[in-house]
């Protein structure tokens, strides 16, 4: 810590770091080391897009060391050199390849580790801060909005022991950036085969003068999986008064024609998130938690840690744990008891046993299908499992899907 710069004024940390915090509380204005050869510098290193290194800040606490490789599963992050010499970084020159990534940026204690895209923006009391829940998977994370003015500059996670611990996926945190950048602020029609922009008037008077000139059958609405419950209902009535029944979500076509959501515990995580580290055996059916849902792949990855034993049914994903791979078609769920994995002769007789089927095996034509046999198969399990625990469980990857 002798040879942290002081570079206060011009770090991102200022303000919210814990080492300011100790220094007000403790530190005294003057210091009993003094070398010769001065305060040791450190080359900055390329950890990606997303987080920004000064690592001569670096007190080599080696909390981002354990997060990513207990936690995120990146086990390419690590120290190398010795004393003095020692350093923060990768093995091999690459960038951080997790989802977790900007949470060594929370837990960074100085500012070594900050936000990139939050770089010389604003300082922490410059901003208001709102509490929400992010909507941008089916996790719900508990997430603090931090806003100055009308433009959100940061997302932070907050605590909550049952969804997302401490920590959010790298969608959450930074997918704000959409709000201000690349965005459509006005309307565009097509003018000699190009978009020019136009005014809300020229471009409403365009969309009602084609509805005019077709029947009702001809007339389709695609509502994207984020859209408000009222302009859902506004969208339904307009339709409806044009003589059109075809309405879609985008992305869930036929997803419910077979009536599965006639009961709750189809489409939710039963066994709840929290409840997943506790499994003493996972089986994976047709889903990429590490993709479609981070901060569960860390919880199935800490019971991975705890010696849960992890099956795979579908395309083999990448993932940052070890499992058995069953088969990629749904035949393998049927044989699956006919498989020779070391995975198959623990699903048998674990006591906390979860099945984890992926949303996207309800838009398959064969959903009805697969889901039988997934039902008889968590029939079978169900005989030797503790009382009280859920077997059965659907991650979805939209959140509007399960409020």
């Not at 932070?156 to 950036?177: C, G, H, M, Q």
């Not at 055996?281 to 889903?287: E, K, V």
């Not at 479609?292 to 019971?303: C, D, S, T, Y």
Request: hydrophobic share 35%.
């Amino acid at each position: 810590m002798s040879n942290h710069p002081l570079d206060c004024p011009i770090c991102d940390q200022g303000g919210e770091c814990d080492l300011q915090d100790q220094s007000v509380r403790y530190g005294s204005d003057r210091t009993r080391f003094s070398e010769v050869v001065g305060k040791r510098a450190v080359e900055n290193k390329d950890f990606g897009p997303l987080v920004k290194t000064v690592m001569t800040r670096c007190i080599q606490c080696t909390r981002c060391v354990r997060f990513a490789n207990d936690v995120a599963g990146a086990t390419e992050l690590g120290t190398s050199g010795r004393g003095n010499d020692l350093q923060i970084g990768m093995y091999v020159e690459k960038t951080l390849a997790t989802e977790l990534s900007g949470n060594i940026i929370d837990l960074c204690p100085v500012g070594a580790l900050t936000s990139k895209p939050y770089t010389f923006t604003s300082r922490p009391w410059e901003l208001k801060k709102t509490e929400s829940i992010d909507v941008l998977d089916a996790i719900g994370s508990n997430i603090r909005v931090d806003s100055r003015g009308t433009e959100v500059m940061r997302i932070l996670p907050r605590v909550n022991d049952d969804v997302n611990e401490e920590w959010i996926s790298d969608k959450t945190r930074f997918a704000y950036d959409g709000l201000k950048t690349q965005r459509l602020t006005v309307p565009m029609i097509k003018v000699n085969g190009e978009f020019q922009p136009a005014s809300w008037k020229d471009a409403l008077e365009k969309v009602a003068k084609h509805m005019q000139n077709v029947s009702g059958d001809q007339i389709a609405a695609v509502a994207g999986q984020l859209a408000d419950a009222e302009s859902l209902v506004a969208l339904k009535d307009l339709l409806n008064r044009l003589g059109s029944e075809n309405l879609q979500f985008e992305g869930m076509i036929g997803f419910d024609s077979h009536g599965s959501f006639d009961f709750r515990s189809n489409y939710t995580l039963n066994s709840k998130i929290a409840g997943v580290e506790e499994a003493d055996a996972i089986l994976l059916i047709g889903t990429n938690p590490r993709h479609e849902a981070p901060i569960l792949n860390a919880r199935i990855r800490k019971a991975y840690l705890n010696g849960a034993n992890i099956g795979l049914i579908g395309v083999s994903p990448e993932l940052n744990y070890e499992f058995d791979h069953l088969g990629d078609s749904p035949t393998a769920i049927d044989n699956i008891n006919k498989h020779k994995a070391p995975f198959v002769k623990f699903l048998q007789t674990a006591k906390r046993p979860v099945v984890i089927l992926g949303s996207s095996v309800y838009e398959r034509s064969d959903a009805a299908s697969i889901l039988s046999s997934v039902a008889k198969l968590v029939e079978k399990i169900e005989k030797n499992v503790e009382k009280g625990w859920s077997v059965f469980n659907v991650l979805q990857r939209v959140i509007d899907l399960i409020s």
